[in-house]
Structure formats: C-alpha cells, structure tokens
C-alpha cells in the first residue's frame, strides 16, 4: 500500500510537469528529437515549389503528369531514463534532496516523451540493477515510472554507473534516447557511456547541491559521506578550506565536462537550488540548432 504522501507527492508532480510539458517543453521535445527516420506515405500530384528529388518517374509516366512521393516521420521513439538511486541522492540543503529534483525532472521528460507518442522505459541502479521497466506509453505507465523513483527503496547504497550502461545495453536492443540522471559520484564509466553512445543518443544530467560545491562559514561540522558511512570532520571556519573545496569541486565539473566531450556526450547540469527548466530548454534549443 503507498502512502498517502507519496500519492499526494505524485499528483503534485503530475499537475506541475504536465503544465511545464504543455506550456514549453512537448514542442522542444519534438523539434529535438526527430525519430527513426521517414516512411512511404502516399503519391500526389506535383505541385510548384515542391522537390523535385522527390518526383516519381513511374506514376508520371504512366499518368503523363508529373507525382512526387509524400513521407512522414517515422515519430515513434523508445526514451529510457537511467536513474541513479544512490544513497547521496538523499542529500538536500534547499527546498528538496537530489533525488526529488531528478524525480520532477525525469517526470517532465517521461510526460514530454508519451505526448509526442514516444515509448518510455527505466532503470534504477544503484551499485546494482535495482529495478528493469520496459519501455511503454500512456500516462499509467507514466505514473507508475514516479511512483518507482519516490516510493523505492534500493537495496545497494553506492554507485556503479559502468554497471548499469552493461545492462542498458543488454536490455535495450532498439535505437533509444537515454538520459542518464545521476549525481555521478563514481569513476571508470567513460568507456562504458562510449559503447552506450555509440548506438544510442546518450544525454548526461548531472544533479548537484549547492553544498557540494561551495561551504560557508559555520565552524566545525562532521560530513558523512551517504554512501560509504565515512565519517570526516571539517572547518569550514578555515578561508583556505572553502577556498580548496570549491577549486576541487570545480575542477570536478571541469573535468566531467571534457570527459563527455571527448565521446561527444552531451550534458545538462541541474542544481536543486535553481531551476531545472532553463538548463533543459537550453539544451533542446542547443541540439536543435544542431540539425
């Protein structure tokens, strides 16, 4: 039985990315990602301004008039979502964890996808494979795909990002568009998402909390580490501390960013003290002035 919170956590997710969807994001969705390819509709008579690479010499010979072929796109597309359930998802310092964040956004994308008649699947992982949804349509399954990131509770604690881009793969035989959704606290994936990218059209998302970039001043705290149980004692009182924790933390970004760009990846970074709906329209308006 689910919890009424979480049911209510749900709808409120629903109403909120639906909106979003209707608002600004189906049209973006569609005009970025274009499906398969295109298929065989129908002749028609030619008419001025048409291609004439698309004149069928056959019907017009045989009707002494000039035909063109008519294709459609062939919409249908299979988006999975690659869901880091870690336990340093749990981790918030604003309004909401990691993984709330991520849960909305990858509503959002989920709703985007079913409008435009597209299939989406899931994976949850952890250190592990937690849970394998196939690819579906309609707004149960959409439902169902929330309720999963909310209400699921992992068994593993850390994260092995390689792992589940294996499985992905194994799993997943159709050409799809894949969102890998994680805070990508793990190392050694970069063959991995290669291998994945390479037959699929991989976007990374990196969820961040502001605190795991930047400190104030307020003494001495303990940090525990979600995923591991290590426990470190820190000053953040000490100018040379924060001064260090923010260089590393950008040279992490940094360095994650150059990774995707050498397998040519493409990244959205999300922070849970800022809106997620900008970095996404950026980045549609970014792949779609691409093509």
Do not use: C
Not at 89 to 117: D, W
Not at 154 to 181: H, M, Q, W
Not at 238 to 262: C, M
């Amino acid at each position: 039985m689910i919890p009424a919170e979480v049911l209510k956590k749900i709808r409120r997710i629903e109403i909120r990315t639906k909106k979003l969807v209707n608002d600004l994001f189906s049209g973006e969705y569609h005009s970025t990602f274009k499906g398969q390819g295109m298929e065989f509709e129908e002749v028609r008579q030619y008419e001025p301004g048409d291609d004439i690479r698309l004149i069928d010499w056959n019907v017009t010979a045989r009707t002494g008039y000039p035909h063109i072929k008519k294709f459609k796109e062939e919409r249908e597309l299979s988006v999975v979502l690659l869901f880091d359930a870690s336990s340093s998802g749990r981790f918030g310092t604003r309004e909401r964890f990691k993984s709330e964040t991520a849960a909305e956004m990858s509503a959002l994308l989920a709703f985007s996808a079913i409008k435009n008649n597209d299939k989406v699947g899931m994976i949850i992982f952890t250190d592990r494979i937690e849970k394998f949804i196939p690819p579906k349509k309609g707004r149960a399954h959409v439902l169902r795909l929330i309720r999963e990131i909310l209400y699921f509770r992992p068994e593993g604690t850390g994260t092995d990002i390689s792992g589940a881009l294996e499985y992905f793969n194994k799993v997943i035989k159709r050409k799809s568009v894949v969102f890998l959704v994680s805070d990508f606290l793990s190392e050694g994936f970069y063959q991995a998402l290669r291998i994945a990218n390479n037959k699929h059209d991989v976007i990374a998302v990196k969820i961040t909390d502001p605190r795991e970039t930047r400190f104030d001043n307020v003494g001495l705290i303990e940090l525990e580490d979600a995923e591991t149980g290590e426990v470190l004692m820190v000053d953040t009182g000490s100018r040379e501390f924060r001064r260090e924790f923010a260089a590393r933390a950008d040279e992490d970004v940094t360095t994650l960013s150059k990774g995707f760009q050498l397998i040519d990846l493409d990244f959205i970074n999300i922070r849970t003290d800022q809106s997620y709906i900008v970095p996404l329209i950026n980045f549609f308006k970014k792949r779609e002035g691409r093509r």
